[in-house]
């Protein structure tokens, strides 16, 4: 029984050994590209850094070209419908690969905001709450631990693909909180609903809507390495409406505001720090609706 045990026990040290050691080599191959600058980073998309800097009209319907065995790297006006990637293996599924959307809603009386952020071994199901006239905050935020890959949100397509900003969906179900982001191809609308007990012990209840339409968006497919890219659609001031109910009381329905996401999907780094910062409003002047994306130390990028 002795000679078991030992036995046992040395073969699994062994094992451990042999797994922390792989993994941390596997970890230095997922380190940041920092010897790479820009220019060198750009060198990766096709055509090069002159050809990536154009603005193209529309999108390429998908991100990744299987028969060249290349990203199409590159900035454009709209979001792609395919945002699939090429086949991870399950350590880069489990520490590498991290999504994120975030869409709000904005009036006069609040600022309501979900998200769902998938970022490896954790994931997080967040709910903000502002309300305008008595400057009172409170939020949700979800966070699972470990198993933020197997229990965490889903970003999806019908078929089981994963989703675009403009194909599928994201969800997000924990206990009583439940998030849910679609876009609805019919209509052009990105619906959101959630409801959570907030901080504070209240129950807010969201659910709105921004029409998408055809305005043109912050879409790009960035390259960190050559297999290494953030897919990203950031859209601003678009016209929603929104429904709110805190408690049993319903405190906006169906009020006109303005709508503003931010989609990513990208192979980053197992270490990844990012400021972000969005706002949107209607120019007095012009009547115009703006929207603006402000972003930091994003990208592997330390400014």
Partial sequence: MKTTTIGAFSVATAVMSITVGYLAKVDQLLLPDEELALEDRLSFAPGGREEYLKVKQGQREAVWDEEKGWYNFGRF???????????????????????????????????????????GYTSHGIMYYYDVATGETDKLDVELKFFGRTLGPTFLQKDGRPSSPVNGSTEFSFGSTNITQAYQAETHMLRAEANGFLVGGRKLSVSFEMD???????????????????????????????????????????????????????????????????????????????????????YEHSR
Avoid: C
């Avoid at 945002?83 to 590498?96: C, G, I, K, R, T």
């Avoid at 790009?220 to 049993?248: C, H, M, N, Q, S």
């Avoid at 720090?273 to 994306?293: E, K, L, M, P």
């Fill in 77 to 119: 006006t709209q979001p792609p419908r395919d945002a699939s990637l090429h086949w991870l293996n399950p350590f880069q599924e489990y520490v590498q690969l991290k999504e994120w959307y975030w869409s709000s809603f904005s009036s006069g009386s609040v600022l309501v905001a979900v998200a769902t952020m998938q970022l």
């Fill in 212 to 298: 998408l339409g055809t305005d043109d968006t912050l879409s790009f497919v960035y390259p960190l390495g050559r297999r290494r890219p953030v897919i990203v659609t950031k859209g601003g001031a678009f016209e929603a409406r929104a429904t709110v109910r805190v408690d049993e009381k319903e405190l906006l329905t169906r009020e006109s505001g303005l709508g503003m996401i931010d989609w990513t999907r990208s192979m980053a780094a197992r270490l990844t720090t990012w400021n972000w910062a969005a706002f949107s409003f209607v120019d007095a002047a012009t009547g115009d609706r703006v929207g603006v994306h402000l972003s930091a130390g994003v």
